[in-house]
Each structure stands twice: as structure tokens, then as C-alpha cells.
């Protein structure tokens, strides 16, 4: 009994761990869409603009992704297909971050105008579409196992919960069984205390019957 509810406990322990999971990668995802959004928006506003502050911000949105994309890896690294598409995501952002890097040097170096051109003729377009396409992929996989884990999970501590009841009842009983084992215990001293005490009674009547008897003899 002990073994079977250490196993069904340990069974809803890990499903809670494996929906834990699947929550951050799922927060991850939306991280790095979110990341990769203010990223483009910052670097076009650095186009159009020249404000530096701009480029810090988008710095910033950038190293943000870089620890959500490693986040993810490391959340993927037994589910190949995951890595399959984190491998190509992550080479689709490193080229998104190569133009932006140009569009920056453009814009500082030869100006507006230099800087448009470049992210007109560049792939910037469908590499966003890639970057989402891939995000979504990873995203819808990543809910339809959260999704199956909440089953295990709540099937996990409907087992846990059954057993235990079990071991309540089991403990019940035991402690019902011991308390009449106790009571006919106790039962079976009184009555042996009872019966030599009526042993002793009897024995000193015999013994006061032979002392008047050897008394009336002597006499």
C-alpha cells in the first residue's frame, strides 16, 4: 500500500512538473514574438528617425530574445521536432538581426534615404513571415502536449486522491481492529483477575476450614 501511493504520488508530482513545463515554453514563445515585434518596430523608428534611443531599445528587445531563445532550446531538447524548428528559427532571426544591423550602419553612414533602400530590397518580409510562421508552429505544438499533460495531471490526482482514501480506510480499520484487540485484551485480563481472585477467596476459606477442623480435633 505504502509503495502504490508513494508511485501514484510521484506520477502527479511529475504531470505537475511536465504542465509547469509546457507553460514556460509557451510564455517563452510569446516572449520572443514579442521581443521580435519591438525589435523590428524600433529599428524602423531608427529609420525613419536617427534617434539613437531607438537603437537601445531595440538592443535591449534583442538581448531579451537572446535569453528566451536559449530558454526554449533547453525546454525543447527532448522533442526533436521542436528543435528542428527552434534550429531554423534561429537562423531566420540571426539574418533578421544581420539586416538590422546594415540598416543601422546605412542609416548612420549614408542616411535615410540609403537605409530605405536597403530595407526595401532586403528579405526583411519574408523572414518575418518565417520568424511568426515558425512561432506559431512551435506554439500550437507546444498546447496540444500542455493540453494532454492537463489530462495526465488531473488524472494523477484523481489517482492520488483515491489512494488516498484508501489508506484513510486502511488506517481506520487498523486502528478499529486494534482498539477490539485492545478491548478483548482487556477483556480477557479483567476476567483472569476475576477468576484468581475467586481462586484466592477459595483458597483461604479451604485453608480457614482446615485450621477450625485440626482446632476441633485437637479439642
Known amino acids: 500500500m505504502a509503495l502504490s501511493t508513494w508511485e501514484v504520488a510521484n506520477d502527479a508530482a511529475k504531470a505537475a512538473q511536465m504542465v509547469?513545463?509546457?507553460?514556460?515554453l509557451l510564455n517563452n514563445i510569446d516572449r520572443v514574438r514579442g521581443?521580435?515585434?519591438?525589435?523590428?518596430?524600433?529599428?524602423?523608428?531608427?529609420?525613419?528617425?536617427?534617434?539613437a534611443e531607438h537603437i537601445a531599445e531595440r538592443n535591449a528587445a534583442m538581448a531579451e530574445r537572446?535569453?528566451?531563445?536559449?530558454?526554449?532550446?533547453?525546454?525543447?531538447?527532448?522533442?526533436?521536432?521542436?528543435?528542428?524548428?527552434?534550429t531554423e528559427l534561429r537562423k531566420v532571426i540571426d539574418q533578421r538581426m544581420a539586416a538590422a544591423r546594415q540598416i543601422e550602419k546605412l542609416r548612420n553612414t549614408q542616411g535615410q534615404k540609403a537605409a530605405n533602400a536597403f530595407a526595401a530590397a532586403t528579405t526583411l518580409a519574408s523572414t518575418r513571415l518565417r520568424t511568426y510562421e515558425l512561432l506559431s508552429e512551435m506554439d500550437t505544438e507546444a498546447r496540444l502536449r500542455l493540453a494532454l499533460e492537463e489530462a495526465e495531471h488531473q488524472q494523477a490526482r484523481h489517482k492520488l486522491v483515491m489512494a488516498g482514501a484508501l489508506v484513510a480506510v486502511a488506517l481506520i480499520l487498523l486502528l478499529g481492529s486494534s482498539y477490539l484487540l485492545i478491548r478483548r485484551q482487556l477483556r480477557e485480563t479483567e476476567a483472569s483477575q476475576?477468576?484468581?481472585?475467586?481462586?484466592?477467596?477459595?483458597?483461604?476459606?479451604?485453608?480457614?476450614?482446615?485450621?477450625?477442623a485440626v482446632l476441633a480435633t485437637d479439642t
Open 35 to 51: 521581443y521580435s515585434l519591438q525589435s523590428e518596430l524600433t529599428t524602423q523608428n531608427f529609420r525613419l528617425t536617427g534617434n
Open 20 to 24: 509547469t513545463h509546457a507553460h514556460q
Open 66 to 86: 537572446e535569453l528566451s531563445l536559449e530558454k526554449i532550446r533547453q525546454l525543447t531538447i527532448d522533442n526533436p521536432d521542436q528543435q528542428r524548428r527552434w
Open 194 to 212: 476475576r477468576a484468581l481472585a475467586d481462586n484466592e477467596e477459595s483458597l483461604v476459606t479451604t485453608l480457614h476450614s482446615i485450621g477450625d
